[in-house]
């Protein structure tokens, strides 16, 4: 069997290719934002993204000033535990790249890797969940309506900006 050497440049962005490929299989349940997973937004994650969106969003729900500090300390509260998270799932990432990057790739520790991350992403959710249904306790249910509704038409509005570009870059391709 012949070897091929391949430059230092293609090995790494095979590895990288790798490593999204299983990150985007770990994260098929992940939060509706690409790659926003627990990092700078956790705060205003439960209603829709940053703390400046969050406060928008309660805006459009005409939320109580009681409204905002309780959601605000769960949101802030679940940020906190995120944060943690994250560093955690870095820590993982970086075992996993170098898992890839050895001569052989170990494919047992590959899988109780990815048992890991899978663990890792399981417990994020489950503590995003938390703050939502906590959120959900401070709301009424029309403000629940209404802010589900806000969200719905920013998700139609992110899809339909990210259909434009494909077609953008399918042209210039």
Known sequence: MTS???????LQGLALGLVVALAGTASLTAWA????????????????????HLERML???????????????IAEAAATDLKA?????????ERQMALFTQPNVDANAVEALRQQMLAQH?????????????????????QRVKL?????????????????????DNKAG
Do not use: C, N, W, Y
């Open 59 to 73: 805006d459009g729900v005409g939320a109580t000033d009681a409204q905002r500090t309780q959601i605000r300390q």
């Open 33 to 52: 934002q690409p790659h926003h997973g627990p990092g700078r937004h956790e705060a205003g994650f439960a209603m829709g993204g940053s703390p400046r």
């Open 4 to 10: 091929i050497a391949l430059p230092r440049r293609s």
């Open 122 to 142: 399981d417990q994020a959710s489950r503590r995003m969940t938390q703050a939502m249904l906590d959120a959900s306790r401070v709301l009424t249910p029309e």
């Open 148 to 168: 589900a509704e806000r969200m719905k038409s920013r998700r139609d509005l992110m899809q339909r900006q990210h259909q434009e570009r494909q077609q953008l």
């Open 85 to 93: 998270q994250r560093e955690s799932g870095k820590a993982l990432r």
